[in-house]
Nanobody, 111 residues
Framework: QVQLVESGGGTVQPGGSLRLSCAASGRNFSDSNINWYRRAPGKEREFVAVRGYLGTTWYHQSVKGRFSISRDTTKNTIYLQMNELKPEDTANYYC?????WGQGTQVNVSS
C-alpha cells in the first residue's frame, strides 16, 4: 500500500523559512511526478509545485522564486523548501502522487 507522510510544518514569522518533507513508502517514486498542494482555511485546495520524474520543476506564480522542490531518491522523499514566507502562505500542505495523498502538515506564518 502506498503511503505519503508529510512533516516539517510549524509556525514562523513572516520572512522565515521552513522545509517540508514528504516521505513515500510502498513503492519507489523515482519515476513519478510528485506534487505539493495547500489548502488555506475557507479556501479551495491550491497547487503549489511539482517535480517531474525527469527533474523538471514548476511552481505556482505566488511562490515562484521563494519555494524550491527537490527529491532525495535514496530516502524516497520529496522536499519543499519555503523561504521568505508570507502570512498568505498559511495553509495545510499536502504532497500528492497520482491518487495518493498524505495527511498534510500545517504551516502558520504569523508575527
Amino acid at each position: 500500500q502506498v503511503q505519503l507522510v508529510e512533516s516539517g510544518g510549524g509556525t514562523v514569522q513572516p520572512g522565515g523559512s521552513l522545509r517540508l518533507s514528504c516521505a513515500a513508502s510502498g513503492r519507489n517514486f523515482s519515476d513519478s511526478n510528485i506534487n505539493w498542494y495547500r489548502r488555506a482555511p475557507g479556501k479551495e485546495r491550491e497547487f503549489v509545485a511539482v517535480r517531474g520524474y525527469l527533474g523538471t520543476t514548476w511552481y505556482h506564480q505566488s511562490v515562484k522564486g521563494r519555494f524550491s522542490i527537490s527529491r532525495d531518491t535514496t530516502k524516497n522523499t520529496i522536499y519543499l523548501q519555503m523561504n521568505e514566507l508570507k502570512p498568505e502562505d498559511t495553509a495545510n500542505y499536502y504532497c500528492n502522487e497520482l491518487e495518493n495523498w498524505g495527511q498534510g502538515t500545517q504551516v502558520n506564518v504569523s508575527s
